[in-house]
């Protein structure tokens, strides 16, 4: 089996509408041995935040000696980022020893597993072969029915930022949503949460008490802000006052958007709560971690001339944060704004976030059959008073922003993101 027939058979797997139920994993992963209770697990869940929220725990993790495993959705570029050990992508060689494995189990299943299950499956052989010491396991939808909450109780579960999104699979209100997710949280773990409204946390606090799980909201008011551009940012996390042992760690870390600290705020407190559980992560490797954390399309600056920034944001929520940030690094306004989007999601309450910061709009058609496509994106735009133009590919679109002096935003889906970075590369190569 090569790479592509690996990648063609997980892919083939799909299904056209979401299909509730664990037992097809449970069932897969007990033919392949469990390797899932070889190991143990920070779990994630949420509307926004979750990757980045992955990244900066896993960087810490890694920076403090552990061996780590990631288990980030979706893809940017390379579908093995779906694997990593230690944030290297699962090897070609083992990609396709571990499908060929996995592949004769779930063919013996009569309910045949989905592209999610099977590629959870190998994610959990690939962990378990190197022995790592934690994972880092972001849900992929939902909570309670994703694939990934097959796994005994994690030492954290994490329920990050809780908004709108996929209605028609987890719920049309923010207390079904948010229901949902806290499928997570199990007996025994501890679990951090991104503060929200009350009809959010509620959820969140009926779902710790029942299963009688400590719970610890992130705390905003410890980070204290020192300084921003688009090549980091420098905060303080201050001490807790209930811990008089504990002092104040400076931070600095690469990643820009003020929503990027709170982020790192539900990160720090999954960190205090591993290291109530035992672990052994110093003030040290938390500084080193974030100083050397990566998360690509989320307000990455990809280049300075002019500065472009991309951002592989979805729904409302992505887009209002992203605003908050333009008013601080772009408080003028004036960019390029190139914009590719989803049917499905609110691109309205998008476009009604991000259009005050534009001068005007090059239209693409992510490559999804969920898209908007270009000519419909325009006509949204145009109503909204600004200038629209449509592109065949993100390379010309690219090509025509930054031939100009306005600084550039690339936003949109993540289908549209990889395309970006692939295409602003050969660009700069070619330069």
């Known amino acids: 089996m090569t790479v592509n027939e690996a990648i063609e058979y997980i892919n083939s797997a799909t299904w056209s509408q979401w299909r509730l139920g664990l037992d097809r994993t449970y069932e897969l992963l007990e033919r392949v041995g469990r390797p899932d209770r070889q190991l143990k697990f920070v779990h994630v869940a949420g509307t926004n935040g979750k990757g980045s929220t992955c990244a900066m725990v896993e960087s810490m993790l890694r920076a403090a000696g552990y061996k780590t495993g990631t288990y980030p959705s979706p893809f940017i570029e390379d579908f093995r980022e779906r694997i990593q050990v230690n944030a290297e992508p699962i090897p070609e060689e083992a990609l396709c020893e571990l499908t060929e494995i996995v592949k004769a189990e779930a063919e013996a299943i009569e309910d045949h597993p989905s592209q999610f299950e099977i590629i959870t499956a190998i994610g959990m052989l690939w962990f378990a072969k190197n022995n790592c010491d934690i994972v880092v396991l972001e849900v992929g939808l939902g909570g309670t029915y994703d694939s990934t909450n097959i796994i005994d109780p994690p030492e954290v579960a994490v329920i990050t930022n809780i908004g709108f999104d996929h209605t028609d699979y987890l719920g049309k209100t923010l207390a079904e949503i948010t229901g949902n997710k806290c499928g997570i949280i199990k007996s025994g773990s501890d679990v951090v ?43 303080v996390w201050k001490a807790p006052a209930k811990d008089e042992s504990a002092g104040d760690i400076n931070i600095k870390m690469p990643l820009i958007g003020e929503y990027q600290q709170r982020n790192a705020a539900v990160a720090l407190t999954v960190i205090e709560a591993l290291r109530r559980r035992g672990w052994d992560i110093s003030d040290e490797a938390i500084i080193k971690g974030l100083a050397g954390v990566s998360w690509p399309a989320r307000f990455e600056v990809l280049g300075t001339d002019p500065v472009f920034v991309l951002d592989g944001g979805h729904n409302r929520q992505c887009a209002e944060a992203v605003a908050e940030s333009l008013e601080k690094y772009f408080p003028d306004g004036g960019l390029t704004l190139i914009i590719g989007v989803l049917a499905d999601k609110d691109y309205g309450s998008i476009l009604d976030s991000l259009l005050p910061y534009a001068s005007k709009c090059y239209c693409l058609t992510p490559d999804s059959d969920r898209a908007l496509s270009a000519e419909s994106l325009a006509k949204e735009i145009r109503a909204r008073g600004k200038k629209a133009e449509l592109f065949d590919n993100a390379e010309d679109a690219i090509r025509a922003a930054v031939s100009e002096d306005s600084p550039v935003l690339a936003f949109g889906s993540l289908y549209l993101a990889g395309a970006v970075r692939k295409a602003y590369r050969k660009i700069k190569k070619g330069d």
């Not at 409204?197 to 606090?205: N, S």
């Open 193 to 235: 949460a991104y503060p929200n409204v009350k009809e959010v946390t509620d959820v969140i606090e009926a779902a710790c008490s029942e299963k009688e799980c400590r719970l610890e909201y992130a705390d905003f008011g410890r980070i204290e802000p020192l300084a921003a551009d688009i090549s980091g940012q420098a905060f």
